[in-house]
């Protein structure tokens, strides 16, 4: 892992993965965005949105991927660096591994899915990786305030139906909080 310091182009760049995140919020997904970057120039963005596309693999990394490589017609993208705001799962690394990314930058950790160092470090397998150097930490704290909101948002809304159902059986201790309902970072 690469521990370069961070240029003002990639502070801009995990911006906008920022406000693509807060997009993924709008429709209701876990927030994460993404950004691909190619000599200062945006490429391509996109959000996490599994749920509204019934589509396990539209993490938002896979979504500025595909429109990415859609624009400049070719599945190889040795030029491009991008910018993700939750460290990357297995899935997203290999994609971005295939497509020959020069750099991946991410902002907050992922301890139960990432895999650039936090499950296991894919990136750093020599066998697997020869062309993507990884980078962690940019504007990590926005990044994870921004899934801390989401979640605590979630849990108090299912709070409240769950008081709203008790009231509407006729009062009465609401049942307790289910566990395992949603994750999130520590
Ligand atoms: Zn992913």
């Known amino acids: 892992m690469a521990d370069a310091p961070f240029s003002p182009a990639d502070e801009y760049a995990m911006r906008l993965a920022l406000d693509q995140a807060q997009n993924a919020w709008l429709v209701g997904e876990v927030p994460v965005g993404a950004v691909i970057m190619r000599a200062g120039q945006v490429i391509a963005t996109g959000y996490n949105r599994p749920i509204t596309t019934h589509d396990p693999t539209a993490h938002a990394e896979i979504v500025a991927l595909r429109h990415a490589a859609t624009l400049l017609e070719n599945y190889r993208l040795p030029e491009c660096e991008l910018f993700v705001t939750l460290e990357p799962c297995a899935m997203c690394a290999m994609a971005l591994m295939h497509a020959r990314f020069k750099r991946v930058v991410f902002a907050a950790r992922d301890p139960k899915t990432g895999v650039a160092g936090s499950v296991v470090d894919l990136f750093g397998i020599p066998q697997l990786n020869h062309h993507t150097t990884v980078q962690a930490g940019l504007l990590e704290e926005g990044s994870a305030a921004l899934l801390r909101q989401f979640f605590a948002e979630r849990r108090e809304a299912a709070r409240a139906r769950r008081l709203a159902q008790a009231a509407a059986a006729g009062g009465g201790d609401p049942d307790p909080?289910?566990?395992?309902?949603?994750?999130?970072?520590?």
Not at 177 to 186: A, F, H
């Open 177 to 186: 909080i289910p566990t395992g309902e949603v994750t999130e970072l520590p």
